[in-house]
């Protein structure tokens, strides 16, 4: 099974935010056709974070022949799931991801996850399928057990699985083609960008930031290293690996562009990673 390509609506959150309508097509123009959307502002908006109806976004999906086939959901909990849940579903949408969690210590790591197994029970009863997004933070290790392997062993396969960010992973200090291997089908969706070569900051995050450190929000911010990232297949990583690698798995359909910085202009930098794309083997064009 090959893998599709789509894009994160995050790597254009700057021409987002001034036109939502216009980015989107100029998405679909660059030839992305599958969506994953961004709302960071989920307890106001229920949809795409940009005050968007579902039946404006369909129409707008319609015309540019683009497909949302996910969401990240900030924050999703007892209050709005419902609503969320509905206007996705709206949408044709049936995948929500969680985008991101800070962790102080073990027993955190355990509250929290059980709360993802509370959440992801509550999608799976609606027909939803629940992703947890990582960063590289989900690789410290209390106790002697990473927090990502945490989460994993404490939810089940049926309300809670991975879409796997593996330039966060690199930087969590791990091969991500080993920790693919390791996760397997748990693994339901990727995220890619890429790892510049001219960088001088250690590619392991905790070699910066300390790996006994709490790595709250405003440190994850501060130590960023925004001049790390650069465009699909212009950086260091082995993006052939990945996508190999994600094909013997089998679980995974669409291998997505998330970038988080960039030099150019966002527009450009997205046109850029989808010429990188086009150098690797394993993709579909659809």
Request: with cysteine.
């Amino acid at each position: 099974m090959e893998l599709k390509v789509g894009i994160q609506l995050y790597s254009v959150r700057e021409l987002m935010k001034e036109d939502p309508i216009r980015t989107i097509e100029q998405v679909a123009e660059a030839g992305y056709k599958y969506i994953e959307v961004a709302n960071h502002n989920a307890m106001e908006d229920d949809g795409v974070g940009f005050g968007v109806t579902a039946e404006k976004l369909n129409e707008l999906m319609k015309k540019s022949g683009c497909k949302v086939i996910s969401a990240h959901i900030f924050p999703f909990n007892d209050e709005n799931y419902k609503r969320v849940i509905e206007y996705n579903q709206k949408i044709g949408n049936h995948v929500l991801v969680y985008p991101m969690e800070v962790f102080k210590d073990r027993d955190d790591v355990l509250k929290k996850a059980e709360y993802y197994e509370k959440m992801g029970y509550m999608a799976a009863q609606e027909g939803m399928t629940f992703l947890y997004h990582n960063h590289y933070q989900e690789f410290q290790e209390f106790k002697g057990e990473r927090v990502l392997d945490t989460i994993i062993k404490n939810t089940d396969p049926g309300h809670v699985n991975l879409e796997l960010d593996t330039f966060w992973t690199l930087r969590g200090g791990l091969d991500p083609i080993e920790m693919m291997k390791q996760y397997g089908t748990r693994i339901k969706m990727l995220h890619q960008k890429d790892f510049s070569r001219d960088t001088s900051t250690p590619v392991n995050m905790f070699d910066v930031v300390g790996k006994d450190s709490y790595i709250d929000r405003e440190t994850f911010v501060k130590y960023k290293c925004n001049d790390d990232f650069i465009e699909i297949g212009y950086g260091r990583m082995d993006i052939q690996g990945i996508i190999d690698t994600a094909i013997e798995l089998g679980s995974i359909e669409y291998i997505l562009l998330e970038q988080d910085a960039t030099k150019l202009n966002q527009l450009d930098s997205i046109k850029r990673s989808m010429e990188g794309f086009r150098k690797f083997k394993g993709i579909i064009w659809e």
